[in-house]
Protein backbone atom coordinates (compact mmCIF):
# COMPACT_ATOMS: atom_id res chain seq x y z
CA UNK A 1 0.00 0.00 0.00
CA UNK A 2 2.88 2.55 0.78
CA UNK A 3 2.70 5.77 2.33
CA UNK A 4 0.45 7.16 -0.28
CA UNK A 5 -2.37 7.43 2.47
CA UNK A 6 -0.49 9.32 4.79
CA UNK A 7 0.52 12.10 1.86
CA UNK A 8 -3.14 14.18 2.35
CA UNK A 9 -2.98 13.88 6.00
CA UNK A 10 0.50 14.76 6.42
CA UNK A 11 -0.02 18.04 3.89
CA UNK A 12 -2.92 19.42 5.65
CA UNK A 13 -0.92 18.42 9.51
CA UNK A 14 1.94 20.62 8.10
CA UNK A 15 -0.34 23.07 6.72
CA UNK A 16 -2.53 23.29 10.12
CA UNK A 17 0.92 23.37 12.02
CA UNK A 18 1.95 26.38 10.69
CA UNK A 19 -1.26 28.18 10.77
CA UNK A 20 -1.75 27.32 14.60
CA UNK A 21 1.87 28.25 15.40
CA UNK A 22 1.48 31.32 12.89
CA UNK A 23 -1.86 32.33 14.89
CA UNK A 24 -1.01 31.68 18.40
CA UNK A 25 2.93 31.72 18.47
CA UNK A 26 4.88 34.50 20.07
CA UNK A 27 6.61 35.72 17.11
CA UNK A 28 5.35 36.30 13.62
CA UNK A 29 7.20 33.68 11.67
CA UNK A 30 9.55 33.60 9.01
CA UNK A 31 8.14 33.20 5.34
CA UNK A 32 11.34 32.71 3.83
CA UNK A 33 11.07 29.12 1.16
CA UNK A 34 14.07 27.62 2.89
CA UNK A 35 13.05 28.18 6.58
CA UNK A 36 9.47 27.04 5.81
CA UNK A 37 11.45 24.09 4.71
CA UNK A 38 13.30 23.20 7.70
CA UNK A 39 9.74 24.44 9.68
CA UNK A 40 7.99 21.56 7.37
CA UNK A 41 10.57 18.91 7.63
CA UNK A 42 10.38 19.01 10.98
CA UNK A 43 6.13 19.05 10.91
CA UNK A 44 6.57 16.08 8.86
CA UNK A 45 9.27 14.00 10.85
CA UNK A 46 6.60 14.75 14.12
CA UNK A 47 3.82 13.38 11.78
CA UNK A 48 5.45 10.57 11.41
CA UNK A 49 6.59 9.76 14.22
CA UNK A 50 3.36 10.04 15.77
CA UNK A 51 1.96 7.34 12.87
CA UNK A 52 4.36 4.66 13.69
CA UNK A 53 2.05 3.92 16.95
CA UNK A 54 -0.80 3.68 15.60
CA UNK A 55 -0.64 3.21 11.61
CA UNK A 56 -3.53 5.49 11.22
CA UNK A 57 -2.79 8.73 8.68
CA UNK A 58 -5.42 11.06 10.36
CA UNK A 59 -4.68 10.21 13.72
CA UNK A 60 -1.14 11.20 13.64
CA UNK A 61 -1.76 14.13 11.44
CA UNK A 62 -4.09 15.29 14.50
CA UNK A 63 -1.61 14.24 17.05
CA UNK A 64 1.70 16.35 15.30
CA UNK A 65 -1.26 19.28 15.37
CA UNK A 66 -1.71 18.84 18.94
CA UNK A 67 1.51 18.56 19.90
CA UNK A 68 2.26 21.75 17.87
CA UNK A 69 -0.93 23.45 19.48
CA UNK A 70 0.57 22.10 23.12
CA UNK A 71 4.25 23.69 22.46
CA UNK A 72 2.98 27.00 21.02
CA UNK A 73 0.64 27.42 24.15
CA UNK A 74 3.79 26.81 26.51
CA UNK A 75 6.05 28.86 24.23
CA UNK A 76 3.55 31.76 24.99
CA UNK A 77 3.82 30.70 29.34
CA UNK A 78 7.46 30.70 28.98
CA UNK A 79 8.19 33.94 26.95
CA UNK A 80 5.96 35.36 29.37
CA UNK A 81 6.80 34.19 33.06
CA UNK A 82 10.79 33.41 31.88
CA UNK A 83 11.57 34.76 29.11
CA UNK A 84 12.29 31.86 26.85
CA UNK A 85 10.63 29.51 24.37
CA UNK A 86 10.54 25.63 25.28
CA UNK A 87 14.00 23.72 24.20
CA UNK A 88 14.92 20.64 23.66
CA UNK A 89 16.22 20.05 27.36
CA UNK A 90 12.87 20.45 28.56
CA UNK A 91 11.89 17.19 27.24
CA UNK A 92 14.01 15.71 29.78
CA UNK A 93 12.01 17.50 32.79
CA UNK A 94 9.11 15.69 31.89
CA UNK A 95 9.50 12.90 34.36
CA UNK A 96 9.60 15.17 37.18
CA UNK A 97 6.27 16.86 35.97
CA UNK A 98 3.83 13.59 37.63
CA UNK A 99 6.56 13.35 40.83
CA UNK A 100 6.52 17.49 41.73
CA UNK A 101 3.75 18.95 39.89
CA UNK A 102 3.62 21.76 42.14
CA UNK A 103 6.68 22.77 41.23
CA UNK A 104 5.46 23.34 37.48
CA UNK A 105 2.66 25.23 38.24
CA UNK A 106 0.37 21.93 37.34
CA UNK A 107 -1.50 19.42 39.14
CA UNK A 108 -0.85 15.97 40.48
CA UNK A 109 -2.29 13.32 37.29
CA UNK A 110 -5.02 11.75 40.76
CA UNK A 111 -6.09 15.19 41.25
CA UNK A 112 -9.86 15.15 39.51
CA UNK A 113 -8.92 18.42 37.22
CA UNK A 114 -5.99 16.46 35.55
CA UNK A 115 -7.51 12.94 35.74
CA UNK A 116 -10.72 13.43 34.02
CA UNK A 117 -9.39 15.23 30.78
CA UNK A 118 -6.49 12.43 30.65
CA UNK A 119 -8.99 10.14 30.79
CA UNK A 120 -11.38 12.13 28.36
CA UNK A 121 -8.37 12.13 25.81
CA UNK A 122 -7.36 8.65 26.48
CA UNK A 123 -11.46 7.86 25.48
CA UNK A 124 -10.95 9.68 22.22
CA UNK A 125 -7.84 7.98 21.20
CA UNK A 126 -9.61 4.91 21.42
CA UNK A 127 -12.72 5.76 19.51
CA UNK A 128 -10.00 7.05 17.14
CA UNK A 129 -8.41 3.57 16.99
CA UNK A 130 -11.86 1.92 16.12
CA UNK A 131 -13.18 4.58 13.34
CA UNK A 132 -10.12 5.02 11.54
CA UNK A 133 -8.90 1.56 10.04
CA UNK A 134 -5.06 0.96 10.04
CA UNK A 135 -3.31 1.35 7.09
CA UNK A 136 -0.82 -1.49 7.70
CA UNK A 137 -0.40 -4.25 5.83
CA UNK A 138 -2.07 -7.65 6.33
CA UNK A 139 -0.23 -11.04 7.38
CA UNK A 140 3.44 -11.23 7.50
CA UNK A 141 3.75 -7.78 6.19
CA UNK A 142 2.23 -6.42 9.12
CA UNK A 143 5.24 -7.76 11.40
CA UNK A 144 7.83 -6.73 9.04
CA UNK A 145 6.31 -3.13 8.67
CA UNK A 146 5.55 -2.50 12.03
CA UNK A 147 9.56 -2.96 12.44
CA UNK A 148 10.21 -1.27 9.30
CA UNK A 149 9.19 2.07 10.17
CA UNK A 150 10.54 3.03 13.69
CA UNK A 151 13.80 1.55 12.24
CA UNK A 152 13.22 3.88 9.15
CA UNK A 153 12.84 6.64 11.60
CA UNK A 154 16.05 6.06 13.68
CA UNK A 155 17.61 5.48 10.51
CA UNK A 156 16.89 9.15 9.42
CA UNK A 157 17.63 10.57 12.75
CA UNK A 158 20.76 8.87 12.42
CA UNK A 159 21.47 10.19 9.21
CA UNK A 160 21.48 13.99 10.56
CA UNK A 161 24.54 12.56 12.57
CA UNK A 162 26.59 11.92 9.77
CA UNK A 163 29.49 13.68 8.25
CA UNK A 164 27.00 15.12 5.33
CA UNK A 165 23.95 15.61 8.47
CA UNK A 166 25.69 17.36 10.29
CA UNK A 167 27.19 19.55 7.68
CA UNK A 168 23.48 20.40 7.01
CA UNK A 169 22.83 21.20 10.70
CA UNK A 170 26.01 23.18 10.97
CA UNK A 171 24.70 26.44 8.92
CA UNK A 172 21.29 26.42 10.29
CA UNK A 173 22.30 26.17 13.69
CA UNK A 174 25.65 27.06 14.74
CA UNK A 175 25.25 28.36 17.97
CA UNK A 176 22.31 28.81 20.13
CA UNK A 177 20.21 31.76 19.48
CA UNK A 178 16.91 30.39 20.42
CA UNK A 179 14.77 33.25 20.39
CA UNK A 180 15.42 33.99 16.49
CA UNK A 181 15.74 29.97 15.70
CA UNK A 182 12.11 29.68 16.99
CA UNK A 183 11.11 32.89 14.74
CA UNK A 184 13.00 31.35 12.26
CA UNK A 185 11.90 27.31 11.96
CA UNK A 186 9.72 26.87 14.96
CA UNK A 187 9.45 25.48 18.18
CA UNK A 188 9.37 21.76 16.66
CA UNK A 189 12.36 22.02 14.09
CA UNK A 190 14.16 24.53 16.74
CA UNK A 191 13.84 21.41 19.29
CA UNK A 192 14.60 18.84 16.94
CA UNK A 193 17.99 20.68 15.71
CA UNK A 194 19.49 21.96 18.84
CA UNK A 195 19.15 18.28 20.40
CA UNK A 196 20.94 17.04 17.43
CA UNK A 197 23.56 19.58 17.55
CA UNK A 198 24.08 18.89 21.35
CA UNK A 199 24.14 15.50 20.57
CA UNK A 200 27.35 15.57 17.98
CA UNK A 201 29.00 19.07 19.76
CA UNK A 202 32.34 18.35 20.77
CA UNK A 203 33.17 20.83 23.70
CA UNK A 204 36.33 20.70 25.01
CA UNK A 205 36.22 20.74 28.53
CA UNK A 206 38.64 23.53 30.20
CA UNK A 207 41.97 22.76 31.90
CA UNK A 208 41.62 21.23 35.34
CA UNK A 209 42.49 24.15 37.88
CA UNK A 210 45.72 23.37 39.94
CA UNK A 211 44.95 22.23 42.82
CA UNK A 212 46.17 23.54 46.32
CA UNK A 213 48.07 21.50 48.46
CA UNK A 214 46.93 20.46 51.84
CA UNK A 215 48.27 23.46 54.03
CA UNK A 216 48.90 25.70 51.32
CA UNK A 217 45.19 27.92 52.25
CA UNK A 218 44.46 30.22 55.20
CA UNK A 219 40.41 28.99 54.64
CA UNK A 220 39.40 26.69 57.19
CA UNK A 221 35.35 27.12 55.67
CA UNK A 222 34.19 27.78 52.49
CA UNK A 223 30.03 28.08 52.73
CA UNK A 224 28.31 29.14 50.05
CA UNK A 225 25.12 29.45 50.29
CA UNK A 226 22.13 29.42 47.26
CA UNK A 227 19.10 31.39 47.92
CA UNK A 228 15.84 30.73 46.19
CA UNK A 229 14.68 32.78 44.07
CA UNK A 230 16.28 35.96 45.88
CA UNK A 231 16.66 39.44 45.25
CA UNK A 232 16.49 42.36 47.20
CA UNK A 233 12.82 43.19 48.01
CA UNK A 234 13.08 46.57 47.90
CA UNK A 235 13.78 46.03 43.86
CA UNK A 236 10.05 44.80 43.86
CA UNK A 237 8.10 47.29 46.66
CA UNK A 238 9.12 44.81 49.71
CA UNK A 239 10.49 46.01 52.82
CA UNK A 240 13.85 46.77 53.46
CA UNK A 241 15.79 43.63 54.94
CA UNK A 242 18.08 43.70 58.05
CA UNK A 243 19.87 41.24 55.78
CA UNK A 244 20.74 44.19 52.86
CA UNK A 245 21.93 46.64 55.63
CA UNK A 246 24.25 44.14 57.06
CA UNK A 247 25.87 43.33 53.70
CA UNK A 248 26.14 46.52 52.64
CA UNK A 249 28.12 46.87 55.97
CA UNK A 250 30.15 44.01 56.72
CA UNK A 251 30.40 42.09 53.37
CA UNK A 252 33.76 42.23 51.64
CA UNK A 253 31.92 42.49 48.84
CA UNK A 254 28.43 42.66 46.88
CA UNK A 255 26.49 43.38 44.67
CA UNK A 256 24.17 42.32 41.81
CA UNK A 257 24.64 38.87 40.08
CA UNK A 258 24.07 38.36 36.40
CA UNK A 259 22.33 35.04 36.09
CA UNK A 260 21.85 32.62 32.80
CA UNK A 261 18.07 32.47 33.47
CA UNK A 262 15.01 33.97 34.90
CA UNK A 263 12.23 32.75 36.81
CA UNK A 264 13.56 29.35 36.77
CA UNK A 265 16.73 26.66 35.76
CA UNK A 266 17.94 26.79 38.72
CA UNK A 267 20.41 24.03 37.48
CA UNK A 268 22.44 26.97 35.10
CA UNK A 269 23.16 29.46 37.87
CA UNK A 270 24.16 26.72 40.18
CA UNK A 271 26.39 25.26 37.71
CA UNK A 272 28.21 28.48 36.30
CA UNK A 273 28.89 29.38 40.45
CA UNK A 274 30.31 25.85 41.09
CA UNK A 275 32.49 25.86 38.29
CA UNK A 276 33.41 29.27 36.76
CA UNK A 277 32.25 28.64 33.17
CA UNK A 278 30.47 31.30 31.76
CA UNK A 279 26.72 29.42 29.84
CA UNK A 280 28.73 30.51 26.62
CA UNK A 281 31.46 27.81 26.84
CA UNK A 282 29.09 25.46 26.86
CA UNK A 283 27.56 25.46 23.87
CA UNK A 284 23.81 23.76 23.36
CA UNK A 285 24.44 22.16 26.54
CA UNK A 286 23.80 25.61 28.28
CA UNK A 287 20.23 24.96 28.97
CA UNK A 288 20.62 22.08 30.78
CA UNK A 289 24.50 21.91 32.09
CA UNK A 290 24.03 18.82 34.10
CA UNK A 291 22.01 16.95 31.56
CA UNK A 292 25.06 17.80 28.62
CA UNK A 293 27.79 17.17 31.62
CA UNK A 294 26.43 14.87 34.10
CA UNK A 295 28.62 16.86 36.54
CA UNK A 296 32.33 15.93 34.90
CA UNK A 297 33.72 19.36 35.68
CA UNK A 298 37.19 19.44 36.21
CA UNK A 299 36.94 23.16 37.37
CA UNK A 300 34.59 21.91 40.08
CA UNK A 301 34.87 24.08 43.44
CA UNK A 302 33.86 20.78 45.01
CA UNK A 303 37.14 18.83 43.24
CA UNK A 304 39.38 21.46 43.51
CA UNK A 305 38.50 22.05 47.64
CA UNK A 306 38.64 18.22 48.25
CA UNK A 307 41.88 17.14 46.36
CA UNK A 308 43.51 20.11 48.63
CA UNK A 309 41.79 18.37 51.65
CA UNK A 310 38.37 19.92 52.74
CA UNK A 311 35.60 17.54 53.35
CA UNK A 312 32.92 18.59 50.90
CA UNK A 313 29.22 18.68 51.44
CA UNK A 314 26.64 19.52 49.51
CA UNK A 315 23.26 20.36 51.92
CA UNK A 316 19.57 20.94 50.16
CA UNK A 317 16.21 19.91 51.81
CA UNK A 318 14.59 18.55 48.84
CA UNK A 319 14.54 15.35 46.72
CA UNK A 320 17.37 13.09 45.55
CA UNK A 321 16.25 12.83 42.00
CA UNK A 322 15.41 16.66 41.40
CA UNK A 323 17.73 17.17 38.40
CA UNK A 324 19.65 14.34 39.33
CA UNK A 325 21.35 15.86 41.69
CA UNK A 326 22.48 12.88 43.59
CA UNK A 327 24.40 11.76 40.46
CA UNK A 328 25.87 14.75 39.60
CA UNK A 329 27.06 16.28 43.02
CA UNK A 330 28.36 13.14 43.17
CA UNK A 331 30.61 13.37 40.05
CA UNK A 332 31.22 17.13 40.45
CA UNK A 333 33.43 16.04 43.53
CA UNK A 334 30.87 16.35 46.97
CA UNK A 335 31.34 13.23 49.17
CA UNK A 336 28.72 13.85 51.43
CA UNK A 337 24.71 14.37 50.39
CA UNK A 338 22.47 15.81 53.18
CA UNK A 339 19.01 16.29 51.27
CA UNK A 340 15.17 15.94 51.90
CA UNK A 341 15.36 12.87 54.02
CA UNK A 342 17.76 14.07 56.62
CA UNK A 343 15.59 16.84 57.54
CA UNK A 344 13.32 14.61 59.05
CA UNK A 345 10.83 16.32 61.87
CA UNK A 346 12.52 20.03 60.41
CA UNK A 347 10.09 22.97 60.62
CA UNK A 348 8.23 24.00 57.15
CA UNK A 349 7.15 27.52 56.29
CA UNK A 350 4.84 26.63 53.38
CA UNK A 351 4.85 23.39 51.12
CA UNK A 352 9.09 23.56 52.15
CA UNK A 353 11.84 22.90 54.65
CA UNK A 354 12.64 26.35 56.54
CA UNK A 355 15.66 28.31 55.18
CA UNK A 356 16.39 29.20 59.29
CA UNK A 357 16.48 24.87 59.45
CA UNK A 358 18.65 24.77 56.46
CA UNK A 359 20.83 27.76 58.36
CA UNK A 360 21.07 25.70 61.69
CA UNK A 361 22.03 22.65 59.65
CA UNK A 362 24.66 24.07 57.49
CA UNK A 363 25.98 25.71 61.17
CA UNK A 364 25.99 22.08 63.10
CA UNK A 365 28.13 20.87 59.61
CA UNK A 366 31.02 22.69 59.75
CA UNK A 367 31.18 22.44 63.89
CA UNK A 368 33.99 19.58 65.10
CA UNK A 369 37.25 21.09 63.53
CA UNK A 370 38.62 20.60 59.87
CA UNK A 371 38.36 22.31 56.46
CA UNK A 372 35.11 21.98 54.97
CA UNK A 373 33.19 23.13 51.75
CA UNK A 374 29.77 23.50 52.28
CA UNK A 375 27.31 24.09 49.36
CA UNK A 376 23.64 24.93 50.06
CA UNK A 377 20.70 25.32 48.29
CA UNK A 378 17.68 26.77 49.85
CA UNK A 379 14.01 25.57 49.10
CA UNK A 380 11.68 27.92 51.53
CA UNK A 381 10.86 30.50 48.62
CA UNK A 382 10.80 28.18 45.50
CA UNK A 383 7.69 28.99 43.56
CA UNK A 384 4.72 28.88 42.71
CA UNK A 385 3.12 31.19 45.34
CA UNK A 386 -0.47 30.03 44.84
CA UNK A 387 -3.51 31.19 47.46
CA UNK A 388 -3.52 28.69 50.27
CA UNK A 389 0.05 28.26 50.35
CA UNK A 390 0.47 30.51 53.37
CA UNK A 391 -2.52 31.13 55.92
CA UNK A 392 -4.10 34.54 55.74
CA UNK A 393 -1.56 35.71 52.99
CA UNK A 394 -3.36 35.74 49.70
CA UNK A 395 -1.09 37.56 47.00
CA UNK A 396 1.67 36.11 45.53
CA UNK A 397 4.48 38.95 45.66
CA UNK A 398 3.28 38.83 49.70
CA UNK A 399 4.01 35.60 50.28
CA UNK A 400 7.52 35.45 48.46
CA UNK A 401 8.42 38.59 50.57
CA UNK A 402 7.47 36.89 53.34
CA UNK A 403 9.91 33.95 52.64
CA UNK A 404 12.48 36.24 51.76
CA UNK A 405 12.49 37.98 55.37
CA UNK A 406 12.95 34.51 56.92
CA UNK A 407 15.58 33.92 54.08
CA UNK A 408 17.31 36.96 55.58
CA UNK A 409 17.03 35.87 58.95
CA UNK A 410 18.67 32.81 57.92
CA UNK A 411 21.37 34.19 56.47
CA UNK A 412 22.13 36.67 59.35
CA UNK A 413 22.18 33.06 61.28
CA UNK A 414 25.08 32.59 59.04
CA UNK A 415 26.90 35.69 59.30
CA UNK A 416 26.73 35.39 63.35
CA UNK A 417 27.43 31.91 63.47
CA UNK A 418 30.39 31.82 61.59
CA UNK A 419 31.66 35.32 62.99
CA UNK A 420 34.38 33.16 65.03
CA UNK A 421 35.91 31.36 62.62
CA UNK A 422 38.50 31.62 59.83
CA UNK A 423 36.01 31.54 57.03
CA UNK A 424 33.83 32.30 53.71
CA UNK A 425 30.33 32.95 53.49
CA UNK A 426 29.04 33.62 50.09
CA UNK A 427 25.08 33.89 49.52
CA UNK A 428 23.53 34.42 45.97
CA UNK A 429 20.19 34.52 44.39
CA UNK A 430 20.13 31.74 41.34
CA UNK A 431 17.29 33.78 39.96
CA UNK A 432 14.62 36.33 40.09
CA UNK A 433 11.36 34.87 41.40
CA UNK A 434 8.67 34.43 38.79
CA UNK A 435 6.04 36.81 39.54
CA UNK A 436 3.80 38.99 37.39
CA UNK A 437 5.68 41.86 39.39
CA UNK A 438 9.33 40.42 38.08
CA UNK A 439 8.98 39.85 34.24
CA UNK A 440 12.12 39.29 32.42
CA UNK A 441 13.58 42.31 30.56
CA UNK A 442 14.10 42.29 26.49
CA UNK A 443 17.61 42.34 27.27
CA UNK A 444 17.70 39.36 29.24
CA UNK A 445 17.17 38.00 32.98
CA UNK A 446 16.21 40.14 35.66
CA UNK A 447 19.63 40.29 38.11
CA UNK A 448 19.86 38.79 41.31
CA UNK A 449 21.87 39.91 44.55
CA UNK A 450 25.26 38.44 46.04
CA UNK A 451 27.26 39.01 48.92
CA UNK A 452 30.50 37.81 49.71
CA UNK A 453 31.71 37.67 53.88
CA UNK A 454 35.50 36.96 54.83
CA UNK A 455 35.86 36.04 58.78
CA UNK A 456 37.92 37.29 60.53
CA UNK A 457 37.43 41.05 58.89
CA UNK A 458 40.06 42.82 57.64
CA UNK A 459 39.64 46.37 60.07
CA UNK A 460 40.83 48.91 57.61
CA UNK A 461 38.87 46.56 54.30
CA UNK A 462 35.54 48.67 53.29
CA UNK A 463 33.18 46.89 51.48
CA UNK A 464 33.18 46.71 48.00
CA UNK A 465 29.89 46.86 45.15
CA UNK A 466 31.07 44.82 42.37
CA UNK A 467 28.65 43.64 39.79
CA UNK A 468 29.69 40.20 38.64
CA UNK A 469 28.50 37.14 36.37
CA UNK A 470 27.56 34.29 38.18
CA UNK A 471 30.71 32.20 36.33
CA UNK A 472 33.01 35.01 37.74
CA UNK A 473 31.35 34.67 41.01
CA UNK A 474 32.63 30.67 41.10
CA UNK A 475 36.08 31.94 39.67
CA UNK A 476 35.74 34.71 43.03
CA UNK A 477 34.95 31.68 45.09
CA UNK A 478 38.04 29.27 43.83
CA UNK A 479 40.35 32.67 44.67
CA UNK A 480 38.86 32.10 48.08
CA UNK A 481 40.09 29.05 48.70
CA UNK A 482 43.56 30.23 48.52
CA UNK A 483 43.40 33.75 49.95
CA UNK A 484 45.91 34.33 52.82
CA UNK A 485 44.58 36.17 55.55
CA UNK A 486 45.86 39.38 57.08
CA UNK A 487 48.64 39.12 59.44
Known amino acids: MGFAPLLVPLA ?9 EAVFGARRPSLRPGDLTVRGLGYALLTVFWFQFSWRPWLAAASCLLTVAILAGVDRLKRRVIGEPPVFSDLALLAQVPRHPELYYTRSPTDPRMAVPLLLGLGVIAAWYALEPTVLPDGVLALAAAAALPMGFLAVVAAFRTPLG ?11 DLMADVARYGVVATMMGYALRRADEAIEPPPAIPVLAPGDTETELLVVVQLESFLDPVRLGGAALPLMNRIRMEAAQYGQLAVPAHGAYTMRTEHAVLTGRDPDS ?3 GRYDPYLARGGDEPT ?3 RIARAAGFATIFVHPFHRDFFSRARVFRRLG ?3 LIMEDDF ?3 PRIGPYIADEALAERILAEVEGGGRRFVFAVTMENHGPWTEGRLPGIAPGLAQYLHHVADTGRAVERLIDGLRGRRATLCVFGDHAPSLPECRPRPEGPVATDYAVFRFPNAADRQPERVDVTAAQLGCLLRDALAAKRPG
Do not use: D, Y
Not at 14 to 20: L, P, Q, R, W
Not at 166 to 176: I, N, S
Open 344 to 346: AGA
Open 334 to 336: FGR
Open 12 to 20: IAIATSFTV
Open 300 to 302: SLA
Open 166 to 176: RAFLRPLFPRP
Open 282 to 284: LGF
